[in-house]
C-alpha cells in the first residue's frame, strides 16, 4: 500500500508542477518540431520562478534544443514540464542568447539532465561578471526558497561571432553581431522554418530595458542583421511570437525614436535630469512604458553623451 501511495504521489506532484507551468507559460507551436514558450510580461515572480520571458524549443529525430535556459534551477524545470508535454526527446542542448538571468541561469538543472550548453564567449563573459548580483536580485523578486538550488554554470561550446549547430538533420545557425540588451546577446535562425529566436534583441508588446550594461547605440544594428534574413516568424525574447513588421515597430522604431530625441536633447544643451521629458509618448502602448521610460532615457542621455 505504502508503495501505492508513493507512486500516486509523485503522480500528483507532476500533474501539479505541470500545471502550475502551463499556467504561467503558453506554448505556441509554429511549425513541426518548432515551438515558443512564451512566458508574462511582468516582473520576475515566486510564481513565474524567473521566466518572464519567451523560449525556443526545437524537436528533432536524435533530441530536442532548448533556447534560454529559464530563470532560475525551478524555472529550468517549469520549462521541462512543459517540455515533457511536447515530446519524449531529451534535450540535447540548451542555447544561452545573452547575459540575461533567464536566459543562462537555470544551466546547471539542464547540464544535470545532460545537455549540453550553447553560447557566445561575450555571454559568458557577461553571465559571470554578473552572476552574484543577478541571484542576489532574484533572492529579493522570487524568495530564496525559490531560489533553492540555483547555481551558475557556463556553456560547454563558446564561439565568437557565429556558430552552426546541427542536430537529428536540423541545422540552427547562430550569431552574435554586436552588442545589444547585454554584451553577448545572440539570435538563432531556424532556415527550414523561416524562424529567427531573437532572445533580448527583440521585445514585443512590453518596452525593452535600456540598461548600464546595454549598448544602445549597436543595438539597432543588432536587430538590422536579424532583419535581414527576412524571417517569416519572430520569437522575441519577450512576448508573444510575431512578424518583423510587428518586431520593428516596438524595438526598433522605440530605439531609434529615443536616440533621436536624446540626440536632440544633447545638441540643445539639455541635461540628463530633464532626458526624462523627452517624447516617447508614441509607445505608450506598450506594457510596462510608465516604470521603464525615463530610466531608459536617461542611460540613453549616459551613452549618448560621449558618442
Known amino acids: 500500500m505504502s508503495r501505492f501511495f508513493a507512486l500516486f504521489a509523485c503522480l500528483f506532484a507532476f500533474v501539479a508542477n505541470a500545471a502550475q507551468a502551463e499556467q504561467v507559460m503558453q506554448v505556441t507551436p509554429i511549425a513541426p518540431g518548432t515551438y515558443a514558450l512564451v ?50 526527446q531529451p ?10 538571468d533567464h536566459r ?7 547540464k544535470e ?15 559571470q561578471n554578473r552572476a552574484s548580483m543577478q541571484q542576489t536580485i532574484l533572492t529579493a523578486l522570487i524568495g530564496a526558497d525559490m531560489l533553492q538550488g540555483t547555481t551558475p554554470a557556463y556553456a560547454d561550446i563558446t564561439f565568437e561571432d557565429s556558430y552552426e549547430l546541427t542536430l537529428g538533420g536540423v541545422t540552427l545557425q547562430l550569431s552574435h553581431p554586436v552588442a545589444a540588451h547585454t554584451p553577448g546577446d545572440t539570435f538563432v535562425w531556424h532556415p527550414a522554418t523561416e524562424t529567427v529566436f531573437t532572445g533580448d534583441i527583440v521585445y514585443v508588446g512590453r518596452i525593452l530595458g535600456v540598461m548600464e550594461f546595454s549598448s544602445g547605440g549597436t543595438w539597432l544594428d543588432a536587430f538590422d542583421a536579424m532583419a ?36 536632440a536633447h544633447i545638441e540643445n544643451g539639455g541635461d540628463i535630469i530633464t532626458a526624462v521629458d523627452v517624447d516617447q509618448s508614441a509607445f ?18 549616459s551613452q549618448m553623451e560621449w558618442e
Open 39 to 88: 512566458g508574462p510580461t511582468v516582473q520576475r515572480n515566486p510564481e513565474n520562478l524567473g521566466n518572464n520571458s519567451t523560449h525556443g524549443l526545437i524537436v528533432t529525430d536524435d533530441g530536442a534544443v532548448l533556447i534560454d535556459a529559464g530563470g532560475s534551477y525551478k524555472g529550468a524545470q517549469m520549462l521541462h514540464e512543459l517540455i515533457k508535454g511536447l515530446t519524449e
Open 284 to 301: 505608450a502602448y506598450l506594457d510596462n512604458f510608465e516604470t521603464l521610460a525615463k530610466r531608459n532615457a536617461q542611460e540613453m542621455f
Open 113 to 127: 539532465q545532460g545537455a549540453s550548453i550553447v553560447a557566445s564567449a561575450d555571454a559568458v563573459a557577461d553571465q
Open 228 to 263: 535581414a534574413l527576412q524571417p517569416a516568424h519572430v520569437v522575441p525574447g519577450h512576448g508573444p511570437v510575431t512578424d518583423l513588421a510587428t518586431a520593428t515597430r516596438d524595438t526598433r522604431d522605440y530605439l531609434a525614436n529615443l536616440r533621436e530625441m536624446i540626440g
Open 91 to 100: 534535450v540535447r542542448y540548451v542555447i544561452n542568447t545573452g547575459g540575461q
Open 104 to 110: 543562462w541561469i537555470g544551466n546547471s538543472y539542464w
